[in-house]
C-alpha cells in the first residue's frame, strides 16, 4: 500500500512539474509577436530564433514560414534560397497567403527575376483585386521601381 501511495504521488509530481515547465514555455503565437518585435527593432538573430521555435511548434503554421522568408531575406546577409523554401512552403500550406505572395514577388526582384515578381502580382490581382489590396500595391511599386532603376 506505501508503494502504491509514493507512485501515486510521485506520479503528480512528475505531471505538475511537466505542466509548470510546459507554462514557462511561450506558444507560437508570442514567438510570433516576439518575431514582430524583434524584426521591427532588426534584430534578425532574435526573430530567427523566435520563428524557429515557433516552426517546432507549429511547423505547418504559413505564418511562421512567411516571417522565416522575410527575415532570411531582409537580413544583411540575405539568404535567398532560404527565403524561396520558406515561402513556398507557406504557400504550399495556405496558397492565398497576401503577405507571402507579396514577399516572393519582392524576393523575386532581388534575384533580377522580375518576370517571376510579375506572376505573384498576378496572384494577389486574383487573392484581393488590385485597388484595396495593400499586397498587390507594395509589389506593384516594387515592380515598377526595379524596372525605373533599368533593371
Known amino acids: 500500500m506505501k508503494r502504491t501511495v509514493l507512485a501515486a504521488a510521485l506520479a503528480m509530481v512528475s505531471l505538475v512539474a511537466g505542466a509548470v515547465g510546459s507554462m514557462d514555455e511561450p506558444s507560437a503565437s508570442e514567438r510570433i509577436a516576439n518575431a514582430h518585435k524583434a524584426i521591427a527593432a532588426k534584430d534578425f538573430r532574435r526573430a530567427m530564433f523566435e520563428l524557429n521555435a515557433a516552426a517546432r511548434d507549429e511547423p505547418r ?3 511562421v514560414h512567411n516571417l522565416l522568408g522575410y527575415t532570411y531575406r531582409v537580413q544583411p546577409d540575405a539568404d535567398l534560397p532560404k527565403s524561396f523554401e520558406h ?3 507557406a504557400l504550399k ?3 492565398d497567403h497576401k503577405a507571402t505572395l507579396e514577399y516572393l514577388g519582392e524576393a523575386y526582384l532581388m534575384d533580377k527575376k522580375p518576370a517571376e515578381a510579375e506572376k505573384q502580382l498576378a496572384r494577389l490581382e486574383q487573392v484581393c483585386g488590385n485597388r484595396t489590396c495593400a499586397e498587390y500595391q507594395e509589389l506593384f511599386k516594387a515592380i ?5 532603376k533599368g533593371n
Do not use: G, R, S, T
Not at 515598377?144 to 525605373?148: E, L, N, Q, T, V
Open 144 to 148: 515598377a521601381d526595379f524596372k525605373a
Open 61 to 63: 503554421n504559413p505564418e
Open 93 to 95: 500550406l495556405k496558397p
Open 87 to 89: 515561402y513556398e512552403i
